[in-house]
Nanobody, 124 residues
């Protein structure tokens, strides 16, 4: 079964940085667009960033532009999310996603593969 496995979450102080990784178990994923979403308690899952399969196109939520960077290493079937200047309100479970449906979607409905999520907690 194809899997996406996130890692790199944890506890960080406001203003700090974390780097999330998402490894895919199947090389087919190197040809899929990938994305990162997050979901805080009591809130809907929201788009954070997306990247095309070759990495030529990257998209970001307005709230993270200039602070977060999405990248990928297709040789290792891995996507990364570098998060800098983290804010307390960005505490959430961060999910990795992949899509075989085309494009670089900004909505969760556009992705058909999901990881289990990794917790990111930003403290004051």
């Amino acid at each position: 079964q194809v899997q996406l496995v996130e890692s790199g979450g944890g506890l960080v102080q406001a203003g700090g940085s974390l780097r999330l990784s998402c490894a895919a178990s199947d090389r087919t994923f190197s040809t899929y667009a990938r994305g990162w979403f997050r979901q805080a308690p009591g809130k809907e899952r929201e788009f954070v960033a997306g990247i095309s399969w070759r990495g030529f196109t990257t998209l970001y939520a307005d709230s993270v532009k200039g602070r977060f960077t999405i990248s990928r290493d297709n040789a290792n079937n891995t996507v990364y999310l570098q998060m800098n200047s983290l804010k307390i309100e960005e505490t959430a479970v961060y999910y990795c996603a992949a899509t075989s449906l085309g494009g670089v979607p900004r909505t969760s409905a556009g992705y058909n593969y999901w990881g289990q999520g990794t917790q990111v907690t930003v403290s004051s």
